[in-house]
């Protein structure tokens, strides 16, 4: 527990944390506005189709503030330090307080779990509120499923980038690929056009939680779940096996 408050004080002292708080909370706030404005005006003209899936496209999108989260965990054990503080970086200090490789893993990924909850909370909250603000008495009811299947697409995508940033120790690479997966048009999205495979992609199979038009059909929402869950557990096993092998000074 000391190792897992100690992270949670090093996350909340980076910079960088607080532009991942701003797109996590106000991004799905913001795409479930200009969504809610298009659809009150499909209402109006009784062209609604998609009324249902106001607001979770947007949470889908706002899971970019959680990818910040993951890399930063542990991308800023890896910056060197200024000469004053000898050049060195914060993983050596980290080691040195917490003996056990596993212990300091779980604890960093315990942390990065917390927040990612807490900050689709805050996201969600901010997405129903611009929903009705703008729908009224239009505005569809969230299931409370969904909303749930939206938190756990929200704390896997944060451990899958905390995972693949223990792989390659720096964090422009899984930052970029990412952030870039996690937008409108996604690479898995256009895979999924050539083989139906791109389904069983983690980002595809969890958006089956709690977003059920075209594309996100593919799984139940328990299935799509346990798919991503799955490549959550391999990466953190093999992220732990190569962490707790590696030099940590090279």
Known sequence: MRAFNAELSKLFS????????????VAPAVIAALDSTAQKEEIIAGVSTRLSEVGYI???LGVQGVIILGVLAVSSEYLTESS???GGNQITTSLSVVSSR????????????VISILLCIVGMMTTV??????????????????LIGAVCYWTFTALLAFGI????????????????????????????????????????AGLNMFISDGLHKFHTPFTGGLIMSA????????????????????
């Open 14 to 25: 980076l910079p960088g944390i607080w532009l991942a708080f701003l797109i996590g909370a």
């Open 58 to 60: 947007g949470l889908g």
């Open 84 to 86: 004053e503080s000898g």
């Open 102 to 113: 596993l212990h300091f893993l779980l604890a960093k990924a315990g942390a990065v779990t």
């Open 129 to 146: 509120l611009a929903t009705h603000l703008i729908l009224g008495e239009y505005a569809p009811a969230f299931e409370w499923s969904r």
């Open 165 to 204: 940033t223990v792989l390659t120790k720096n964090g422009i690479i899984p930052l970029a690929v990412l952030m870039i997966n996690s937008s409108v048009v996604s690479v898995s999205y256009l895979l999924s056009k050539v083989t139906t495979l791109a389904f069983y992609l983690p980002d595809i």
């Open 231 to 250: 490549w959550v557990v391999v990466l953190f096993i093999v992220a732990a096996i190569v962490f707790h092998r590696r030099d940590v000074a090279s």
